[in-house]
């Protein structure tokens, strides 16, 4: 019994870590107010939007170009809980009110979260109409 108990305390003093969704789906609830309908419209405009800025911010041929498109991606992303994705887009803006370009690996971090993002909610739409 006290090897029971030595080990319940051993777990319950480590944190359990949880996978962090790529989007809060709690945060986006909230802001569609529970409306499910709602929050699977908002996913599928998120989708085509965010898809839209990267493929925009990829091509960007001016500095003006790329500050509109990373902050579209920071806002967008942070209003619907992808807040991976605005938490990199935030930092690319800091490279660049400092006159900085974005680094490379950066701007590949964040199409990777786009993708993930992407990925996740093409899951979780496939999963709301099965």
């Known amino acids: 019994m006290a090897q029971s108990a030595s080990a319940v305390e051993h777990l319950g003093s480590t944190p359990a870590k949880r996978p962090m969704r790529p989007i ?3 945060h ?8 499910e309908g709602l929050e699977q419209e908002i996913l599928r405009l998120f989708d085509t939007t965010i898809a839209t800025y990267l493929l925009r911010l ?7 170009e790329v500050k509109l498109n990373i902050h579209s991606i920071k806002g967008a992303a942070a ?4 807040f991976g994705i605005a938490d990199i887009a935030r930092a690319a803006e800091a ?3 400092e006159g900085r370009s974005i680094p490379a690996e950066q ?3 964040l199409a990777m979260a786009v993708e993930e993002v992407r990925s996740f909610i093409a899951r979780v739409l496939t999963s709301e109409l099965a």
């Open 58 to 64: 990829q091509q960007s041929a001016t500095p003006d």
């Open 79 to 82: 209003g619907v809980g992808a």
């Open 95 to 97: 490279e660049l009110a």
């Open 24 to 26: 809060d789906l709690v």
């Open 107 to 109: 701007l590949a971090d």
């Open 28 to 35: 986006l609830a909230r802001q569609c107010l529970g409306d």
